[in-house]
Protein backbone atom coordinates (compact mmCIF):
# COMPACT_ATOMS: atom_id res chain seq x y z
CA UNK A 1 0.00 0.00 0.00
CA UNK A 2 1.29 3.27 -1.23
CA UNK A 3 0.19 6.60 -0.24
CA UNK A 4 1.14 9.97 -2.26
CA UNK A 5 0.84 13.58 -0.48
CA UNK A 6 2.07 16.43 -2.86
CA UNK A 7 6.36 15.50 -2.50
CA UNK A 8 6.21 12.57 0.44
CA UNK A 9 5.34 9.20 -0.54
CA UNK A 10 4.00 6.57 2.47
CA UNK A 11 4.78 3.40 2.29
CA UNK A 12 2.88 0.02 4.42
CA UNK A 13 5.26 -1.90 5.96
CA UNK A 14 5.20 -4.69 7.92
CA UNK A 15 6.92 -3.44 11.62
CA UNK A 16 9.33 -0.92 12.66
CA UNK A 17 13.19 -1.27 12.33
CA UNK A 18 14.57 -2.85 15.54
CA UNK A 19 16.44 0.08 16.82
CA UNK A 20 14.26 3.25 16.24
CA UNK A 21 14.00 6.55 18.56
CA UNK A 22 10.78 8.13 18.92
CA UNK A 23 10.52 11.91 17.68
CA UNK A 24 7.93 14.10 19.63
CA UNK A 25 6.79 15.85 16.96
CA UNK A 26 4.26 14.82 14.02
CA UNK A 27 5.79 16.74 10.94
CA UNK A 28 6.57 14.17 7.65
CA UNK A 29 8.22 16.64 6.22
CA UNK A 30 9.35 20.53 5.91
CA UNK A 31 8.29 22.57 3.01
CA UNK A 32 11.94 24.40 2.11
CA UNK A 33 10.11 26.45 -0.50
CA UNK A 34 7.02 27.51 0.80
CA UNK A 35 7.74 27.14 4.61
CA UNK A 36 4.52 24.57 5.09
CA UNK A 37 4.75 21.03 6.37
CA UNK A 38 2.86 17.75 6.11
CA UNK A 39 1.98 16.90 9.49
CA UNK A 40 -0.07 14.18 10.88
CA UNK A 41 -3.36 16.09 12.38
CA UNK A 42 -4.55 13.48 15.46
CA UNK A 43 -2.14 14.53 18.56
CA UNK A 44 -2.68 10.67 19.82
CA UNK A 45 -2.64 7.38 18.91
CA UNK A 46 0.27 8.13 16.39
CA UNK A 47 4.39 8.26 16.58
CA UNK A 48 7.14 9.31 14.29
CA UNK A 49 10.17 7.24 14.78
CA UNK A 50 13.48 7.49 13.31
CA UNK A 51 16.32 4.33 12.53
CA UNK A 52 19.28 5.24 10.36
CA UNK A 53 18.11 8.31 8.95
CA UNK A 54 14.72 6.99 7.69
CA UNK A 55 11.63 8.07 8.79
CA UNK A 56 8.68 5.62 9.78
CA UNK A 57 4.64 6.19 11.35
CA UNK A 58 2.78 4.10 13.42
CA UNK A 59 -0.82 4.58 13.68
CA UNK A 60 -2.78 2.72 16.52
CA UNK A 61 -6.24 4.52 15.52
CA UNK A 62 -8.14 3.22 12.78
CA UNK A 63 -6.37 6.03 10.84
CA UNK A 64 -4.44 8.84 10.90
CA UNK A 65 -4.74 12.25 9.05
CA UNK A 66 -1.81 13.70 6.91
CA UNK A 67 -2.43 17.63 6.51
CA UNK A 68 -0.83 20.67 4.15
CA UNK A 69 -1.65 24.30 3.24
CA UNK A 70 -1.52 23.35 -0.46
CA UNK A 71 -3.03 19.43 -0.39
CA UNK A 72 -6.03 18.22 0.49
CA UNK A 73 -6.21 15.93 3.95
CA UNK A 74 -5.56 12.42 3.62
CA UNK A 75 -6.39 9.38 5.37
CA UNK A 76 -4.04 6.64 6.29
CA UNK A 77 -5.46 3.52 7.92
CA UNK A 78 -4.04 2.06 10.99
CA UNK A 79 -0.37 0.11 10.35
CA UNK A 80 3.45 0.96 10.33
CA UNK A 81 4.24 3.29 7.42
CA UNK A 82 7.51 4.29 5.86
CA UNK A 83 7.74 8.19 5.14
CA UNK A 84 10.25 9.70 2.59
CA UNK A 85 10.60 12.65 0.03
CA UNK A 86 10.01 11.91 -4.05
CA UNK A 87 13.20 12.12 -5.32
CA UNK A 88 14.21 13.53 -9.13
CA UNK A 89 16.36 11.73 -10.97
CA UNK A 90 18.91 13.95 -13.38
CA UNK A 91 22.02 12.69 -15.36
CA UNK A 92 24.45 14.51 -12.80
CA UNK A 93 22.34 13.63 -9.40
CA UNK A 94 19.28 12.56 -7.66
CA UNK A 95 17.23 15.61 -6.21
CA UNK A 96 15.17 15.98 -3.51
CA UNK A 97 11.82 17.38 -4.74
CA UNK A 98 10.34 20.21 -2.73
CA UNK A 99 7.35 21.59 -2.15
Given at each position: MLFRHG?????????????????????????????HSHQIK??????????????????????????????????????????????????????????
Amino acid sequence: MLFRHGDVLIQKVSKLPKEVKRLKHRTLAHGELTGHSHQIKEKEHVALWQSAGELFLEIEAPHATVVHQEHAPIEIPRGVYRVWRQREYTPERIIVVRD
